[in-house]
């Protein structure tokens, strides 16, 4: 045991500790960028291609694709039972045979990337302060090597870090009077700036490298470009015709970091490394290497936080439920044999710690919350041994008599006990889907722990009571609750059809009142640690209009929010993603997201809650904004919305039924918001080509694109590579013709003979209103529906039931033939998990049938057993009604636990009423079941109070792991009920019954 307690501590100073281990969360990105492109292009060049293949792909569930200003963003959903690793060579083969149909002008290829929680960075290093953009990038660069040469990170990426850009204005008129057009400055360009070997050579003095150099060293040389030469000396220049001016690429996404520009540096772990020792090593580094004067570094976002505030919560529960349940034990047997059995509490956890440290599993929220589920289970073996072994004392035996003969009485139903407690949880093996991914660890660690109980229970407790002086001191307390109990059971045994069935009308009673008021919710609602604003200006607003309405948004925040309780507020303007595993919903110079960190739950001074009311209130009294939503960060993994429709149709029946779907959501109780996917883009400026014109002038559609791009966004000419990154060549018209309404109506192409000719000679300029993106789901066209809901007044699956039986009522299919709805988001991730948890379920009672039919020999005394199962969950649907908590997808896998214990306890009391020479008598089969009064009382009681802890938050509330124990405690508590009062009088009914029908057979027999 010594060895065993030196080995578990050991082990916890080599376990990994994280928030949450490694999952995949069964969703592949791919993204593709292209400078200058509006929705509809990025539509049919770049997403529509790409689907085609994408579609082909054998383990896709479905793909959304978001054609946005310069973006294609395809998000693929992947079947859960599909081998990742081949499924994601698939994709990307995809993507590269649909790469010959992409425009040939991008910059990059599709980037194909994998969201799982390795994606979560562990911190972010915010450089910011008084100090220049050149300052904060030349830093930023400084601090990503140094943290990446630390041994547990993986990578460091920049976000808000712009590459420098060389923009080349021309001068039009000057291009018309020498006649040059934008192709020959890029044909000219293209042909100086090259870096290339020219071989090598041999010397007396040995092998030397010919080196052609031809890229620029200082963006001043591009203005010496040759455009044009008749003759040495009489040559154009680009300086010529061109202003030449460093500067840096526009922004994408813009960070602030508590009100001052900033660049973030997220910082991600290697999959093998320990978060704390990772943290630590980050602020040693940056604690060991002051910043230069004016620059700020500030270490945000840091989840070390949550990992150290759920260790602190679930061990301060451990602690307490670990002293409630050795004070159960003194009162109930004593202190020398409360001390004996409690012993065996830590054993098993530093057991395994052990095994764990040798499977390579990790210490995070999953782990801790296994043992923590089975923290009251772990005693129940040493109890009912214990307490065996105390009634052989009690009779009279030695104490190594007492410990052989006690343990051996009691072998068989705690072997079969610690089993169905194990086959309770196995099925969760088999469960697929994300949530098969999140709690795959659970019954792994729940069958070690037990394993080490049933090892501890069964060699080592017997052997310490055998050599230990302790003594069966009398209770005269107990005896007397026992005695109640049993002249209670006899009243009950003699009048067992009407004890029955009055038992049975109570609880189905109680189950049907339940069943109408508690609400169903996938995954529990988390601390508000982070608090989401996710902001859209009216389109068509300027980067910079952003940055100033997000500046004074966040001004108003920081007065609202107590400065006790905050850490930092960061905006990032360009985007407004809030999934922390790294979806998207694209990019938009007019929108932005402001992330308030706050500290943990437990060191605030106001309630998280009030102040995420607080923010939300803020933002409704704001005006100018065409969204401004406020949310909490959701940690758990949803994948969507409360409401999520997918309405598909190719024409403009998708807006006429959503606007109605909108109507009849918001007259429904507990909606709260409804909004769709349709955001109104800019003005699309349409070039009719006039043909004859066109080839009359010598111009190509490709020259007129290129001179349209150079005069609105810029045309990408070139890049450099340089030592430490990338520089772009862009030509451009100067900032104040860009600024200009008439830029495209004054706008003149050179043609082959140098001829100016004015864009509006060749093309007609048609305006129509735009999309700001155009998405598809499974490729085709689609409009999604979305909308939140109040989990107060309603739930996830009555919003969604109502919703689809309206759409079944209409006659839209008639009248828009074309039209499709799919019903996506929270409910379909629901329904798959529960339909699933379902499947584990009915397998989990399949083995424990199984399981108990080789025990008893019988096949109605398993029933028996299980009939104790019904009337327990029956128990905890009150429990969650009265409390007005939601049923979730970890309350469920609650019950999974609870049928093991509850099996515990009836097996145990079914085995000993067989021994009842004659289950007719009740007095016999009373005084029997008054004879496991004693260790189901204790078992149950120690189960209870191990448990009460942490579902109430005694020593800090911990949202995953309290639903889940909650349905343990309380399960138990009606469990023990049902084992100690019903179970009798069904063991007897089904004598009586197997009696009834031996008579009537007997009857049949003597008839014939």
């Keep these: 045991m010594v060895l065993v307690v030196i080995m578990g501590l050991m082990s916890l100073q080599g376990l990994r500790y994280e928030v949450v281990p490694k999952i995949d969360m069964g969703i592949v990105t791919v993204t593709t960028t292209k400078a200058g492109a509006g929705p509809e292009e ?68 599709p980037l194909v990337e994998e969201l799982s929680t390795d994606n979560l960075a562990v911190a972010e290093l915010h450089l910011t302060g008084k100090v220049s953009e050149s300052v904060l990038r030349q830093q930023a660069r400084h601090w990503q090597q140094k943290l990446r040469s630390l041994s547990d990170v993986v990578a460091v990426e920049r976000v808000g870090y712009r590459r420098p850009e060389v923009s080349i204005e021309l001068d039009q008129s000057k291009l018309w009077q020498l006649g040059i057009s934008f192709s020959e400055i890029e044909r000219a360009f293209s042909m100086r700036n090259i870096r290339d070997s020219g071989g090598s050579i041999a010397s007396l003095a040995g092998e030397k490298k010919v080196l052609s150099m031809g890229q620029f060293k200082e963006p001043s040389e591009v203005g010496e470009v040759i455009i044009r030469s008749s003759s040495p000396g009489n040559e154009v220049r680009l300086r010529d015709v061109a202003q030449i001016l460093p500067s840096f690429e526009k922004w994408d996404i813009q960070v602030r970091t508590d009100e001052q520009l900033g660049i973030a540096l997220l910082i991600k772990k290697k999959s093998s490394a320990d978060e704390l ?205 026992r005695h109640v109990y049993h002249q209670i059971i006899l009243w009950l045994l003699q009048k ?47 980067f910079d209009e952003t940055v100033e309405k997000v500046t004074e948004l966040e001004s108003l925040i920081r007065m609202t929010v107590p400065e006790s309780d905050l850490l930092n507020i960061v905006s990032q303007i360009g985007h407004h993603d809030t999934d922390p595993y790294g979806g998207s919903f694209g990019r938009n110079q007019a929108w932005a997201l402001i992330t308030i960190y706050l500290k943990p739950q437990n060191q605030v001074l106001q ?119 990338r520089v772009y060549y862009r030509l451009r018209l100067p900032a104040t013709e860009r600024e200009q309404l008439s830029v495209l109506q004054d706008l003149f192409i050179v043609n082959a003979s140098g001829r100016p000719i004015a864009l509006s000679s060749i093309t007609n300029i048609a305006l129509r209103p735009g999309e700001a993106d155009v998405k598809h789901f499974n490729g085709r066209r689609t409009l999604t529906l979305f909308g939140e809901i109040d989990r107060n007044i309603t739930d996830v699956f009555q919003v969604n039931k109502a919703l689809g039986d309206y759409i079944s009522a209409q006659n839209w299919h ?98 000993t009423l067989n021994q009842a020479k004659n289950h007719r008598e009740p007095k016999l089969v009373a005084g029997l079941a008054a004879k496991r009064f004693r260790p189901i009382l204790i078992t149950s009681l120690t189960t209870l109070v191990g448990l009460l802890p942490t579902a109430y938050g005694l020593g800090g509330y911990n949202p995953f792991v309290a639903p889940m124990v909650m349905t343990m405690a309380w399960g138990v508590v009606f469990g023990t009920l049902i084992s100690l009062f019903l179970l009798p009088c069904l063991f007897m009914l089904n004598d009586d019954l197997r009696q009834y029908f031996k008579a009537l057979k007997r009857h049949t027999a003597e008839r014939l």
């Design 42 to 109: 990025v539509e049919l060049s770049i997403s529509a291609p790409l689907e085609e293949e994408l579609l082909k792909v054998k383990g896709v569930k479905k793909i959304v694709s978001r054609s946005m200003e310069n973006l294609s963003l395809l998000t693929l959903t992947l079947n859960s039972d599909s081998e990742t690793t081949k499924l994601l060579s698939d994709v990307q083969k995809a993507v590269d045979r649909a790469q010959s149909r992409l425009p040939s002008d991008l910059i990059e290829k």
């Design 277 to 481: 020792n990772t943290i630590s090593s980050i602020r040693q580094l940056i604690e060991s290497s002051p910043a230069n004067p004016g620059l700020e570094l500030k270490l945000v976002n840091d989840v070390s936080r949550f990992t150290n505030d759920m260790l602190d919560t679930l061990y301060s529960n451990a602690l307490l439920g670990l002293i409630s349940v050795f004070i159960i034990l003194w009162l109930f047997l004593g202190r020398h044999m409360a001390f004996w059995v409690s012993v065996g509490l830590p054993f098993s956890i530093l057991l395994t710690f052990c095994v764990m440290l040798w499977l390579g599993l990790s210490v995070n929220s999953l782990t801790l919350m296994s043992i923590i589920l089975v923290l009251g289970m772990l005693v129940d073996d040493a109890i009912v041994t214990g307490e065996a072994i105390q009634l052989r004392k009690e009779q009279g035996f030695s104490s190594i008599k007492a410990a052989i003969a006690g343990t051996r009485d009691i072998t068989a139903p705690v072997f079969v006990s610690v089993l169905t407690t194990m086959l309770a949880f196995f099925p969760i093996f088999f469960l697929g889907g994300l949530e098969g991914k999140f709690i795959a660890a659970i019954p792994v660690v729940v069958m070690i722990t037990l394993s080490a109980s049933l090892f501890e229970s069964k060699f080592l407790l017997p052997a310490h009571l055998a050599h230990s002086a302790f003594k069966a001191s009398p209770r005269p307390w107990l005896d007397k609750l």
């Design 496 to 542: 067992r059809k009407f004890a029955t069935l009055g038992i049975v009308v109570i609880f189905i009673s109680i189950a049907l009142i339940s069943w109408a008021s508690v609400r169903f919710q996938l995954y529990p609602e988390t601390a508000v640690d982070t608090i989401n604003v996710s902001v859209e200006l009216p389109n068509g607003s300027s």
């Design 607 to 725: 309630d998280q809650r009030v102040t995420l009311a607080q923010v939300q209130s803020l933002a409704s009294e704001q005006k100018g904004y065409n969204l401004l939503r406020v949310e909490p960060l959701k940690d758990t993994p949803v994948m969507g919305k409360p409401i999520e429709l997918e309405i598909m149709s190719d024409g403009m029946a998708k807006q006429i039924v959503a606007a109605e779907l909108k109507a009849y959501l918001m007259t429904l109780p507990g909606v709260t918001e409804v909004w769709d996917s349709s955001k109104t883009g800019k003005a699309i400026l349409d070039l009719q080509f006039l043909d004859h014109n066109l080839a009359g002038y010598e111009l190509s559609v490709k020259q007129v694109a290129d001179a349209v791009r150079v005069a609105l966004d810029g045309l990408l000419i070139s890049e450099q590579q340089l030592a430490t990154e």
């Design 814 to 911: 008639i009248e828009f033939p074309d039209l499709a709805f799919y019903q996506g988001g929270e409910i379909e991730q629901q329904q798959a998990s529960y339909t699933e948890l379902g499947i584990a379920f009915a397998g989990c009672l399949m083995m424990i049938l199984l399981v108990l039919v080789v025990l008893f020999n019988s096949y109605s005394q398993p029933l028996l057993v299980l009939a104790v199962i019904p009337f327990s969950i029956m128990g905890v649907l009150a429990t969650f009604a009265v409390q007005g908590l939601p049923l979730s997808f970890l309350a469920l896998i609650g019950v999974l636990g609870l049928v093991g214990v509850l099996v515990n306890d009836a097996v145990v009391m079914i085995f």
